[in-house]
């Protein structure tokens, strides 16, 4: 294992300086902690929630303060570590996770540390890196043992950015289930519900019914989905209900957050249906649940928030094979380029799926 990789006092990192305001700058490399490491970071991909984020929408709790560095779908290699580090070694390959509960509130006592209580309050130990705490557009930043796993060498680290985007998906669906051979509707075709698709099929479920619209509901079949279902050209629901024989599906995945879909999702269910929530709705946006409806059917709606206990189970599925994550990357830039990086991933610029960016010059 290789003891003697080289870390600068300086690097370069995106930074925000304010609200919607940025640049690639140069800062000093951090000093980790005795449980931290000190990765290099190999491959960021571009989440949905960083351009709210980077465009300061939730400045004042995403982040809390400026200047800041913002992402949290990374993967890189260890360069350094603190005393108290035992496990992982300098040179050891890994993926991140944004989350780090303060490890002893009863939330966090039952794995469920993405709920922590002590929720923004690093005091406590508490870190979610790239929202509350400094993230990964930056060549290098610094981990707690608890929100890294190790990578075997089949994995890349482009793959391995995606953990986070699969980690979430299979969350979901651990909260819910998937029956094997059932039928599964997903609302929304885009990373997460687009990586949804790949898990259900993966856990066993017999057809997936994509719903959205053109060109990505195309890109959905071509990448596995079963059916889809143009919501622009018919009534979705109608549509599935088609599609599924009258019956509906047994499970439902909102992967979209946008307004009115989670009434959609469990009038596509069929009696004892399962509907997760897995896209985040804009702040105020509610919706009017047909009450009698749920309750004569026995619908059962869950809430689901990032990737508890998921990171090592989605490394294996993607070493393995099971889910084939790289087809999703359509767009690679490196760290001076992330401005163009953002403009194709939010103008959806070449038929943008993924977006990644290289840090330190790339595999």
């Given at each position: 294992m290789d003891k003697t990789i080289l870390i600068p006092e300086v690097m370069r990192a995106m930074v925000l300086t304010g609200a919607g305001e940025w640049e690639v700058k140069d800062v000093v490399v951090p000093i980790p902690e005795d449980e931290e490491v000190l990765c290099r970071i190999d491959a960021i991909a571009i989440c949905g929630s960083d351009p709210e984020i980077?465009?300061?929408?939730?400045?004042?709790?995403?982040?809390?303060?400026?200047?800041f560095i913002a992402g949290h779908e990374w993967a890189g290699t260890v360069v350094a570590k603190g005393s108290k580090v035992f496990d992982i070694e300098v040179g050891d390959r890994v993926a991140g996770e944004a989350h780090k509960g303060c490890g002893y509130?009863?939330?966090?006592?039952?794995?469920?540390?993405?709920?922590?209580?002590?929720?923004?309050?690093?005091?406590t130990g508490h870190r979610h890196y790239g929202f509350t705490s400094q993230g990964a557009y930056a060549q290098y930043n610094t981990y707690h043992?608890?929100?890294?796993?190790?990578?075997?060498?089949?994995?890349?680290?482009?793959?391995?950015?995606?953990?986070?985007?699969?980690?979430?998906?299979?969350?979901?669906?651990?909260?819910?289930?998937?029956?094997?051979?059932?039928?599964?509707?997903?609302?929304?075709?885009?990373?997460?519900?687009?990586?949804a698709m790949k898990l259900a099929k993966a856990m066993g479920a017999g057809k997936v019914i994509m719903v959205g619209?053109?060109?990505?509901?195309?890109?959905?079949?071509?990448?596995?989905?079963?059916?889809?279902?143009?919501?622009?050209?018919?009534?979705?629901?109608?549509?599935?209900?088609?599609?599924?024989?009258?019956?509906?599906?047994?499970?439902?995945?909102?992967?979209?957050?946008?307004?009115?879909?989670?009434?959609?999702?469990?009038?596509?269910?069929?009696?004892?249906?399962?509907?997760?929530?897995?896209?985040?709705?804009?702040?105020?946006?509610?919706?009017?649940?047909?009450?009698?409806?749920?309750?004569?059917?026995?619908?059962?709606?869950?809430?689901?928030?990032?990737?508890?206990?998921?990171?090592?189970?989605?490394?294996?599925?993607?070493?393995?094979?099971?889910?084939?994550?790289?087809?999703?990357?359509?767009?690679?830039?490196?760290l001076e380029e992330t401005k163009k990086a953002f403009e194709t991933f939010e103008k959806r610029l070449g038929g943008a799926m993924k977006v990644i960016i290289y840090p330190n010059g790339g595999e």
């Open positions: 980077i465009h300061g929408g939730l400045a004042g709790v995403w982040p809390p303060n400026y200047p509130c009863i939330n966090c006592l039952k794995g469920r540390y993405t709920l922590c209580l002590n929720y923004g309050n690093p005091e043992i608890k929100s890294v796993t190790k990578i075997p060498k089949e994995v890349s680290f482009e793959e391995a950015a995606m953990c986070d985007t699969a980690g979430v998906a299979l969350h979901g669906l651990e909260l819910s289930g998937v029956l094997p051979g059932s039928t599964v509707a997903i609302i929304g075709p885009g990373p997460i519900g687009i990586m619209r053109m060109p990505r509901i195309e890109t959905a079949l071509e990448l596995g989905a079963d059916e889809a279902v143009d919501f622009s050209k018919c009534d979705p629901v109608e549509k599935v209900r088609e599609l599924t024989g009258g019956l509906g599906v047994s499970l439902a995945l909102e992967c979209s957050g946008a307004s009115g879909t989670i009434v959609q999702a469990l009038k596509m269910c069929g009696k004892g249906g399962k509907v997760v929530m897995l896209g985040v709705a804009k702040d105020g946006v509610t919706e009017e649940i047909p009450l009698k409806y749920t309750t004569h059917n026995e619908l059962t709606l869950f809430g689901s928030r990032a990737n508890p206990d998921v990171s090592q189970k989605v490394i294996n599925m993607i070493a393995s094979g099971r889910i084939e994550v790289k087809d999703m990357v359509t767009h690679t830039f490196s």
